[in-house]
């Protein structure tokens, strides 16, 4: 049912891989949620109050952009079984998804100081996993790159004669071509030569564990980064993973005075409204621009 329902929203609903695996892994919490994989005829005879039941389970203790995703990705879920014709009934509209509002919360971001700290820590851990990681970093720190961006490269991506890569950014489907520098290229070439086990896959990441396989998704990366940025000493309030680092070098080509335009070229961005989130962490920018607050205290 679930390669079925990756097809209709890749085909009907025209969505990117990565969100369409992120809809996917919400369906299949859905469908074992009781322990047990539900079947067409539970499905069938769903009702409100089962869904109302999974989503107090599942939301209780999680912010409202968290809830947000998970009620929009049974909503799609739900709606995809009545236009399938498993349910009687469009259920869909019975979930209600929390409102956000965009750009309400400060994006997390990395100092300059933590970045260092994280990727020479990593460096001196010459383990397989040690070298896999450190490259991982390599490639998040240095160009800013989405996470799934980074277990989508492939060994065909790298061009070693012209030092460069193609990256296939996840959300707008467009590809770019960038400057494989020499610090990220040896450390490719070290996981490649001493870290990567033998596999048949094309992925250029793979798992430490049999069988070598890619990541699933970007969202594999949070465990491994989140552990490499405790090893080293740093504990980021909030969710702090993967795309730290792509807030962070966005603020370090903010304050290299780089355009608003070029910084979403650089990072894959379709439209400049996307770097708006990234403006409110460049605080030294800002109070060039603050205005001043009246008094409001009455004059004698």
Not at 25 to 46: I, P, V, W, Y
Not at 98 to 121: C, H, Q, W
Not at 166 to 178: A, I, M
Not at 231 to 247: E, L
């Amino acid at each position: 049912m679930c390669t079925e329902y990756g097809q209709w929203l890749r085909e009907w609903r025209g969505l990117a891989d990565e969100t369409v695996d992120g809809l996917l892994a919400e369906a299949q919490r859905f469908l074992c949620s009781d322990g047990r994989c539900k079947g067409a005829q539970t499905l069938m005879h769903m009702t409100v109050p089962d869904i109302d039941c999974y989503l107090q389970r599942r939301v209780s203790l999680l912010r409202r952009v968290s809830r947000k995703g998970i009620a929009s990705g049974l909503r799609s879920f739900v709606r995809y079984l009545y236009e399938t014709g498993r349910t009687d009934r469009d259920l869909s509209r019975f979930i209600i998804v929390p409102t956000t509002y965009a750009y309400e919360s400060i994006p997390s971001a990395l100092r300059p100081a933590d970045i260092s700290a994280v990727l020479g820590a990593t460096r001196h851990d010459r383990s397989p996993i040690g070298l896999r990681d450190y490259a991982i970093l390599m490639m998040l720190s240095t160009y800013g790159l989405r996470a799934g961006e980074v277990t989508r490269l492939r060994l065909e991506d790298i061009d070693w004669r012209a030092d460069r890569f193609y990256v296939r950014h996840t959300k707008t489907g467009s590809q770019s071509v960038l400057p494989l520098l020499p610090s990220v290229g040896d450390a490719l070439l070290d996981y490649l030569r001493r870290g990567r086990p033998a596999s048949d896959v094309r992925e250029i990441f793979v798992r430490a564990r049999a069988p070598y396989r890619g990541f699933r998704n970007g969202s594999s990366l949070y465990t491994p980064v989140r552990r490499r940025l405790e090893a080293a000493g740093i504990y980021p309030v909030g969710k702090c993973g993967p795309h730290a680092f792509r807030h962070a070098r966005a603020i370090s080509l903010l304050r290299a005075e780089v355009s608003v335009k070029g910084i979403g070229d650089l990072l894959g961005h379709r439209s400049a409204g996307s770097i708006a989130a990234y403006l409110k962490l460049a605080t030294e920018h800002l109070r060039g621009v603050a205005l001043d607050v009246p008094n409001s205290e009455r004059q004698p």
